[in-house]
């Protein structure tokens, strides 16, 4: 049985991760998101009152298509959030199909955890952020496994 995720296993398009510091840009990047209409899961605004938080991050990452991870001078000092990331991470590697934006917000990609470099970023204050990061939605990673795959085989 393959572990790559279907299409319609995922209750949620993107989910987006942060500390509470950086809810302004979080906040612009999920409404613009919802407006192209995807579903999504924002970190500080989507929590419900008196359940687990650790219990619902595991259960968002886990049914999230696309995880943005935005990273800043206050995320990359933040223990929870760098669990969050690792949580992401574990969870990519794990369940081939899933994909994980990180977005740089006043902090380059060498300030960033190591762990985090080998993926393709975005930077937050770039002209094109919105245009790269609704193109990276629409794309799933399962097709160009599946294009190369195929290619492999003949």
């Not at 409404?31 to 500080?44: I, M, N, P, Q, S």
């Not at 259960?59 to 929870?80: F, H, Q, Y």
């Not at 690792?86 to 006043?106: A, F, Q, S």
Request: charged share 25%; proline share 5%.
């Amino acid at each position: 049985m393959s572990s790559a995720p279907s299409r319609r296993s995922f209750t949620y398009d993107f989910s987006i991760w942060y500390c509470p510091d950086d809810d302004p840009i979080a906040s612009r990047i999920s409404e613009r998101l919802r407006k192209e209409g995807f579903r999504g899961y924002a970190e500080h605004q989507d929590q419900v009152a008196g359940t687990s938080v650790v219990l619902t991050a595991v259960e968002v990452i886990e049914a999230s298509r696309v995880a943005i991870l935005l990273l800043s001078a206050k995320s990359l000092g933040d223990p929870w959030c760098r669990r969050v990331s690792e949580w992401n991470l574990h969870h990519n590697i794990h369940r081939r199909g899933t994909k994980m934006i990180p977005v740089y917000v006043d902090v380059t990609k060498a300030e960033g955890p190591p762990f985090l470099r080998h993926l393709n970023e975005l930077q937050y204050q770039t002209e094109f952020f919105f245009e790269r990061l609704l193109s990276s939605l629409r794309t799933t990673p399962s097709r160009g496994r599946a294009a190369t795959s195929s290619r492999a085989k003949r």
